[in-house]
């Protein structure tokens, strides 16, 4: 199903967007060394609740997971790149962590994740790492608008990607959101350009570039949720939710200060 929103859904998708990005932020400064993966969990589940949002990931059952997924935020680290289940692990100076939130707030959702470092240690491959996800997913967006097409997408984000030197998977990648959190259509992280879905204003698009850094194979966990690399070499993700409209892509996920700039660049 691919769901075409009208501007006052696309309005409440902002909020929702807006949440998403403020609850992924104070985790982020949360996680420290020392920090348990199930404490992210429980502040996870306070803040939605407290802001009268629902989790699209606690009751999530689909077919490449096993059983409902039982958790309010995907907590990935360092060999684990998707769906990382939290668990009674404790966070380690230097750790990559990746954080994925989707939540629904007035019947819209806004689907986000962050990577970064824990701790004072800034092992460079591991930036790298991020900085390359970044950059990808900088890309898709620059080249998302009214007549676009996925594969034009999914060509720019493939291409940052492939030239930063990591193998690119298509197992998984973006998506549609709406009133659900996994709709079509399905953006690969590599493509070929003028194929796929013609995007239109009221779309939302969910872009997730994911790399792992020397291979482009996954491993399930004894979770059945959680992904890592085959290899266990280090991986990193970054998702940001973008509306589609008349002038382009408008970011719905990003944090209060980005979110200002955003709207003043718009103006422009």
Not at 87 to 106: E, N, P, Q
Not at 197 to 213: C, D, F, I, K, T
Request: aromatic share 4%; proline share 5%.
């Amino acid at each position: 199903m691919i769901e075409i929103l009208t501007p006052t859904e696309v309005a409440r998708a902002r909020e929702t967007g807006a949440l998403v990005a403020d609850i992924l932020h104070t985790l982020k400064d949360r996680s420290v060394p020392g920090t348990n993966l199930l404490d992210i969990d429980r502040w996870a589940k306070s803040m939605i609740i407290e802001a009268g949002a629902q989790s699209s990931y606690v009751d999530y059952e689909p077919s490449f997971g096993r059983g409902p997924f039982g958790h309010y935020i995907c907590t990935s680290v360092n060999d684990a790149v998707l769906h990382g289940r939290p668990h009674d692990y404790t966070l380690a100076d230097g750790d990559l962590l990746s954080l994925d939130l989707a939540v629904s707030k007035g019947g819209v959702v806004a689907d986000s994740a962050i990577s970064f470092i824990v701790g004072d240690s800034r092992p460079e491959e591991s930036i790298a790492l991020i900085e390359a996800t970044e950059r990808a997913l900088s890309a898709g967006i620059a080249a998302a608008g009214p007549g676009a097409r996925v594969g034009d997408l999914s060509h720019a984000i493939g291409s940052v990607l492939s030239e930063a030197g990591y193998p690119v998977s298509t197992d998984f990648g973006g998506h549609g959101v709406g009133s659900t959190m996994h709709q079509d259509p399905h953006v690969p992280n590599a493509g070929r350009p003028g194929r796929g879905y013609r995007l239109r204003p009221g779309l939302l698009l969910a872009l997730e570039p994911w790399v792992m850094a020397d291979t482009a194979e996954l491993v399930t966990d004894a979770d059945g949720w959680t992904l890592r690399s085959a290899t266990g070499c280090r991986t990193a993700h970054s998702e940001h939710t973008i509306a589609i409209t008349d002038d382009g892509a408008e970011i719905l996920t990003l944090p209060d200060r980005q979110r200002s700039h955003q709207a003043v660049s718009r103006l422009r």
